[in-house]
């Protein structure tokens, strides 16, 4: 390198120091900008674990708390390192050794004296001529056998009378669908296993071709429809009266129909649900839609009390004089079950005190108060338990309106005065349970026919979820009300056709043998 030549270096390191300056306002924007992406990244956060959940995790929601407020605990007064030394003794105790274990045998329960008995006798096979019998030792197994189809093969002579002109014949017994060959048998069993057991058509159909019947897919839909075109004026009768009772619970619950336009497309349909506890009637409705529109137009003339969800779809009736609206704590106490890992403080607080509030139920159920004894024990011990809790909520109204905490908080003060109002009638439920459960034969349902195949047929689903869940209401054999009914609706007076609906049902020959009826 020739001297005086500049060196250019080939990588030169700059270090500099840049100082932005914000204004206020810009400053104040980023940080908001901040907060609410780490709100944001809560709610996304809390979504997912509650879809984990969900998916993975346990359905329970049965919350119990470490300690109730007031009660003393057994071990509060000593502290780890103040616990006196354990000390030992021997006890000795005595027991009676009369019976062994194996003759006391293995706890088996006793076979119900109801069942049918089929009797085997098995002589020995030594001679027993002159023998004198001392006695018999008796076993008893429980056996099964599959369920038989038989032939019902009814004949029916024919006569000339005297005058040789006159011929007579026994008269046809009705059947439930007439110039069909499916007994009134038959048309029970296959509705029962598909809306009580969740066994669909296609299943029953193979089920029966194993039985070497060969039934085409569309002749059982067809019993299907022509079975509901019978039961429909059963169906009405409950309609009616549900609307009748003075307190109804409420809910809606999705069901897939297939799309009858568009080939193996389906539509997201609506079962809604209503529920009268005290003349324990169920009564679903399937609606294309979910719109507030059905309730509005269905309670047009109610007067009663309405108990449901926190569904918007119901609060036009706040504001309607003729319905009292009631909350459901199930969904409260759902919230803050959910926001445990957001806020395990607040939430178990709240908690806590929903325990309390369900602890009183319990003991209202256990002690079989009467409906207004159960009142008066609310006004007692509810009341100042939800005090407490509407003071707490009153004082976390700043909490982040995102946050799992403060959507279980918002929405339980956004429906306290629903919430509240059960207090005031002994009738009145503390949660809406009774129907969700009313709702699980449907969901149960769905995982196993997946959809509805028609408008129709949603419609028929809705008819004999109906009849069945006020079968269960009413503790009616759902297979033996279906079979009875179907043999008898088709000469049934119709002056008289609430004697057929499942809580006022009596078989043929108790009704027979009544004078009365």
Not at 340 to 349: G, H, L, T, V
Not at 397 to 404: G, I, Q, V
Not at 488 to 504: F, G, S, T, V, Y
Request: proline fraction near 5%.
């Amino acid at each position: 390198m020739e001297k005086g030549q500049e060196t250019t270096p080939t990588r030169q390191a700059i270090s500099t120091t840049e100082t932005v300056s914000l204004s206020k306002q810009e400053y104040d924007q980023l940080i908001t900008s901040l907060q609410t992406l780490q709100t944001d990244y809560k709610l996304l956060k809390f979504q997912y674990s509650k879809l984990q959940r969900m998916i993975y995790g346990a359905k329970s929601e049965r919350f119990v708390s470490a300690q109730i407020p007031g009660q003393l605990s057994l071990f509060d007064s000593v502290k780890e390192e103040e616990k006196p030394e354990a000390k030992k003794e021997t006890v000795t105790y005595e027991r009676e050794t009369g019976k062994s274990k194996k003759a006391e045998g293995h706890g088996r329960l006793p076979l119900s004296p109801n069942l049918p008995r089929e009797e085997h006798t098995i002589e020995p096979k030594e001679d027993i001529t002159g023998a004198r019998k001392i006695g018999e030792e008796i076993n008893e197994t429980l056996e099964y056998v599959p369920g038989k189809l038989y032939v019902k093969k009814i004949i029916r002579p024919k006569y000339l009378l005297q005058d040789q002109q006159t011929i007579v014949i026994g008269e046809l017994p009705s059947q439930p669908i007439p110039k069909s060959n499916a007994g009134a048998g038959l048309l029970a069993q296959m509705h029962v296993a598909k809306y009580v057991d969740h066994t669909p058509f296609y299943r029953q159909i193979q089920q029966l071709k194993r039985e070497g019947v060969i039934v085409a897919p569309s002749t059982m839909n067809d019993w299907s429809e022509k079975t509901c075109e019978l039961l429909d004026i059963l169906y009405n009768r409950i309609k009616e009266k549900i609307l009748q009772s003075d307190y109804l619970m409420m809910d809606e619950s999705p069901i897939q129909v297939l799309t009858e336009d568009k080939p193996k497309a389906t539509h997201q349909g609506y079962m809604w649900v209503n529920v009268a506890p005290m003349e324990k009637l169920v009564y679903f409705n399937y609606r294309q839609t979910r719109s507030g529109q059905y309730p509005i137009a269905f309670l047009k003339d109610y007067h009663g009390a309405l108990q449901t969800d926190g569904y918007a779809g119901y609060n036009v009736f706040e504001s309607d004089p003729n319905v009292t609206l009631l909350g459901c704590f199930c969904h409260a106490r759902r919230k803050f079950d959910e926001a445990r890992k957001n806020d395990k403080e607040k939430a178990e607080f709240a908690l806590t005190r929903i325990q309390q509030l369900y602890n009183i139920e319990r003991k209202a159920r256990d002690q079989e108060l009467s409906w207004e004894e159960r009142k008066k024990l609310r006004e007692k011990e509810a009341i100042p338990v939800l005090a407490q809790i509407e003071k707490w909520l009153k004082e976390q109204r700043n909490m982040a309106p995102k946050s799992a905490i403060g959507i279980a908080v918002n929405y339980t003060g956004r429906m306290w005065p629903r919430l509240v109002r059960y207090v005031e009638d002994g009738r009145y439920s503390i949660d809406n349970n009774p129907i969700e459960n009313k709702i699980r034969p449907l969901a149960l349902g769905r995982k196993n026919y997946l959809f509805a195949g028609s408008q129709r047929g949603a419609h028929r689903a809705a008819m004999m979820y109906s009849f069945f869940g006020t079968c269960k209401m009413n503790e009616v054999n759902p297979f033996l009300w279906l079979h009875d009914v179907l043999s008898r609706i088709q000469e049934h007076k119709a002056n008289r056709i609430d004697e057929l609906l499942p809580q006022n049902w009596k078989p043929l020959d108790v009704l027979v043998s009544d004078p009365i009826k």
